[in-house]
């Protein structure tokens, strides 16, 4: 564990790339293979199952900091992280511990089976053997929530190093569902196929954005000068669903999200098509809410997602279909090296022979002969019910992850209104103790009805004026959330707007963010809730 | 019921009595200083009180000024109120100051802390009726280690920095923490080279008669090669400017109390975060409020609500109050920097600091 802790410290104390890497290659060459194993696992969002609900972890270690509980929660919400929270409260004791984190790790497993007592007893000798910074890494693991300032591909560049298997291959080596106590160092190193594992998804190609901001408006001229000839693209919509992997191998089917959940059991509907399929086959696409043939809005799949069961009325309300648009692998052999064009030949071939093509639907490509006339057909967009338009290279392999070139999403812009910030809330992890996650309002009549909460946008130096403001001109107080004098203007940009009767203002807001700060304008110009709902019939 | 012998105003803390002021942030005729960092000593008074060890600094900041100095434990009177200060802690030439009027005795703390840097004269508690503290750490997830510790991990950073071949560059405001990292740092291992900011301010102290380790002040004429070797003392208003890229590749380390929690150190974005504060950690509040025996404790600036909250349920009276001290050791934006003035970066300030707009704490503390 003390390498664990002083991996996180180090990787903590530098912003610099290659020093990052050199430390988690460290780290790789001084620590044992199931350790390795242990921080792939947690390094990539596979955490163990949490043997302690976090009300008792709070409670007791509220019990070893001997302060009030109120104090505990402030404390809590200055620092913006509980694991951390815990680890400075509690005080500091002489003990030390040489075990590795495998052997944590199987001592927090072993917990499943044990009383209350038990456990609670086991936290507060485990906390006396640790010092501070192995306390922070062992509450982590314990509550869960593991964030770690380093990107899944800084790792694999690391292990590429060390290993020589190119990042690609690591990258798809680590997919879908593993777990540290099943999948050895000497499995991830020696040469694998895709066979080994029937539940691996491929890493997912990503497409990057021509304009990253909407102040950064690109023209047909600027795509055209970037991108070249138009010939040699292919267009298709932007669906806005949810991005999935489906998988049919030795007579099984799983469908896979981009977050790596693997959430087959979510879309029942989809079941009949997948396993008609011929064994060795993955298609990308995404799932969207259908009816009468047309997609719909992604808040009517959002309101499916959440539910924890799939009732009849959810699914009679909210049928999923796929929009399929590429295909990875077929009659067992993995393709992605072959072009988009011959590609789409064989996904097409496959949507051809299957028996539910309500369900199996392909991405129909955008006829155009032009950068202008594509610019013009993306201004249909949102009567699509889509996010944009996705152009990609005729002749372009299927890749890992975000990359330039190939891909790309050139999105339509974001609606946008005027409104003024009434509320604000401390941020988290390295947003703690600042100010940054607002709620806005516009008028209706005389009065700000919140309609948004939006917490990015602004930069480092606007949010520290921000927090100074509230800071000053805070009117009120109900927990960690201020009311403020309503004085700043901001733009807010978002890109669909729908009813919803869970929200005062009667509307809700997809991705809602800051475009900028409206220093220009007085909080008695901020748009009006009448103006918002004008959009509502768009 | 008697007027108070300290009162808060718009203009500061007021002794009506005495017709001073302490630490006022508007003009007025008479100022009693605690300490030489913005927030405390402003411009525009007609006279002002201050430790003799303020002296040249305040000279330096604030220009001809019409200045009286004090040594530690020394009385001035006025009107029948008895005025002394005692030592802070905080930075070199700070003071708490001790008012005493009838026999009733108010104690205001300026900014202090409780562990001896070395540096600036050690903290003193003292017996008092009513003490005035700030509260800047006022929560308990901050805990100080001792100096030696923190000033071994310096030196060894700078160390390594040097074996590697990178420049060093330490950050740490002005006036105070500049002296006091300058003070302990191994000298073995190079020379200390300074921003002219820090410079100007060492010199004014050095002109006080502190002495203070050799520096050598950085100017357009400075070895890059030689400046690498030694390490760069430098304020955090130079932290990303240009001044500081030159000296690229460099490892750059920020000391402050905020450094002690993650994400503030991460929203620093510096390469090292050496947890070192001029101000009291928990510990250090509580002992020090505890020392005074004090009836009744006002606190002034930093955690303020929960610090009052929490001081009342341990069974002392506490209560808040506005004042616009805080300055110095806050983020960025409102961090010292002395080449362009700190009001030209906050919008409207005269409308967002205006007296008792904060009522959102005072309200709350009232109603419990």
């Not at chain 1, 002489?94 to 609670?120: H, M, Q, R, V, Y």
């Amino acid at each position: 564990m003390k390498a664990f802790a002083q991996l996180f410290l180090s990787l903590d104390e530098t912003n610099k790339t290659n020093e990052k890497v050199k430390v988690l290659k460290d780290y790789f060459t001084n620590v044992p293979d199931t350790d390795k194993m242990h921080m792939l696992a947690l390094f990539t969002g596979r955490r163990p199952k949490r043997q302690i609900n976090s009300t008792l972890i709070r409670n007791w270690a509220i019990e070893a900091s001997n302060i009030p509980a109120w104090l505990f929660e402030e404390s809590y919400h200055v620092v913006g992280d509980l694991a951390e929270t815990m680890s400075l409260l509690i005080p500091e004791s002489p003990g030390s511990s040489s075990k590795t984190l495998t052997e944590w790790i199987a001592e927090i497993n072993n917990l499943a089976d044990k009383s209350e007592e038990e456990k609670k007893l086991w936290l507060i000798e485990s906390w006396a053997m640790l010092d501070r910074q192995e306390r922070f890494v062992f509450n982590k693991l314990l509550t869960g929530s593991f964030r770690v300032g380093v990107s899944q591909n800084l790792v694999i560049k690391a292990l590429a190093d060390i290993t020589g298997i190119d990042a690609p291959a690591l990258t798809h080596r680590i997919m879908g569902s593993w777990m540290p106590e099943d999948y050895t160092y000497d499995q991830l190193v020696q040469e694998q196929n895709a066979a080994d594992n029937i539940s691996r998804p491929y890493p997912f190609f990503l497409a990057y954005p021509i304009q990253e901001t909407s102040e950064k408006r690109k023209s047909a001229e600027d795509v055209g000068n970037a991108l070249g000839d138009a010939d040699e693209w292919q267009a298709e919509w932007k669906w806005d669903g949810i991005r999935a992997q489906m998988i049919k191998r030795g007579g099984e089917i799983f469908i896979w999200s981009r977050g790596e959940d693997l959430a087959t059991e979510k879309f029942p509907e989809l079941h009949p098509f997948l396993n008609a399929l011929p064994d060795g086959t993955v298609l990308d696409g995404e799932i969207l809410s259908f009816q009468n043939g047309l997609p719909m809005p992604f808040n009517v799949l959002q309101t499916r997602i959440g539910r924890k069961n799939l009732n009849k009325k959810v699914l009679a309300d909210s049928p999923v279909a796929t929009i399929v648009y590429d295909c990875l692998e077929y009659a067992g052999e993995d393709i992605r090296y072959k072009t988009q064009s011959e590609r789409r030949v064989i996904l097409e071939k496959l949507q051809q022979e299957t028996a539910y093509p309500e369900v199996f639907n392909i991405s129909s490509l955008i006829k155009f002969n032009s950068w202008e006339e594509l610019e013009s057909i993306r201004e249909q967009s949102r009567a699509m019910i889509a996010e944009g338009i996705m152009l990609k290279r005729k002749s372009a392999t299927y890749q890992v992850g975000r990359r330039r070139g190939d891909w790309w999403k050139w999105k339509i812009d974001p609606l946008s209104v005027d409104a003024v910030m009434i509320y604000a809330q401390k941020g988290h992890g390295r947003r703690a103790d600042l100010y940054t996650d607002y709620t806005f309002a516009v008028w209706d009549g005389d009065k700000l009805v919140p309609f948004a909460k939006a917490y990015s946008g602004l930069t480092d130096a606007e949010i520290n004026k921000v927090d100074y403001f509230v800071k000053r001109n805070t009117l009120e107080k109900f927990g960690p959330v201020r009311t403020v004098k309503p004085e700043l203007v901001f733009e807010i940009g978002f890109e669909g707007i729908n009813k919803s009767t869970r929200h005062k203002s009667g509307i809700a807001l997809r991705f809602p963010r800051i475009l900028r700060w409206r220093h220009d304008k007085p909080k008695e110009e901020a748009d009006t809730l009448e103006s918002l709902m004008a959009l509502l019939g768009e | 019921m008697a007027k108070p012998l300290l009162e808060f105003t718009d203009k500061g803390i007021y002794c009506a009595q005495g017709k001073f002021y302490i630490d006022p942030w508007k003009p007025v005729d008479d100022a009693v200083i605690t300490h030489a960092h913005a927030d405390h000593a402003y411009w525009g008074h007609i006279n002002y009180l201050a430790h003799h060890l303020s002296k040249e600094v305040l000279f330096y900041r604030l220009g001809e000024i019409n200045l009286r100095t004090v040594e530690y434990g020394e009385t001035v009177t006025k009107n029948g109120v008895h005025i002394s200060m005692y030592p802070a802690g905080h930075v070199i030439g700070s003071a708490q100051i001790r008012v005493e009027y009838k026999g009733v005795v108010w104690v205001v703390s300026g900014d202090y802390k409780t562990d001896d840097d070395g540096i600036s004269t050690p903290f003193e508690p003292v017996k008092c009726h009513h003490f005035i503290s700030e509260c800047t750490f006022g929560m308990p997830v901050y805990s100080w280690k001792p100096q030696a510790e923190i000033f071994t991990d310096v030196n060894n950073w700078w160390h390594t920095n040097v074996d590697n071949g990178v420049a060093t560059v330490i950050v740490g405001y002005s006036l105070g923490k500049a002296q006091r990292i300058l003070q302990n740092l191994d000298l073995s291992i190079g020379k200390v080279y300074t921003h002219g900011v820090i410079e100007n301010t060492n010199e004014a102290l050095r002109r006080n008669g502190v002495i203070l380790n050799p520096t050598e002040r950085i100017t357009p004429e400075s070895s890059k090669e030689e400046v690498r070797k030694g390490i760069i003392l430098a304020p955090p208003s130079s932290v990303g400017t240009p001044w500081m890229r030159k000296f690229g590749p460099y490892s750059f380390g920020y000391c402050s109390g905020w450094m002690a929690l993650r994400g503030a150190k991460r929203r620093r974005a510096a390469d090292r975060g050496f947890i070192m504060s001029d101000h009291a950690d928990w510990n250090g509040l509580v002992s020090a409020i505890d020392a005074t025996g004090c009836e009744c404790v006002y606190l002034t600036h930093g955690y303020t609500a929960s610090f009052t909250r929490y001081l009342n349920e341990i069974g002392f009276n506490a209560r808040e109050v506005h004042t616009l001290y805080g300055g110095e050791e806050e983020d960025a934006v409102v961090t010292e920097n002395e080449e362009k003035q700190e009001t030209s970066e906050l919008p409207k300030q005269e409308k967002v600091l205006s007296f008792g707009e904060d009522l959102g704490e005072a309200k709350k503390e009232d109603a419990q």
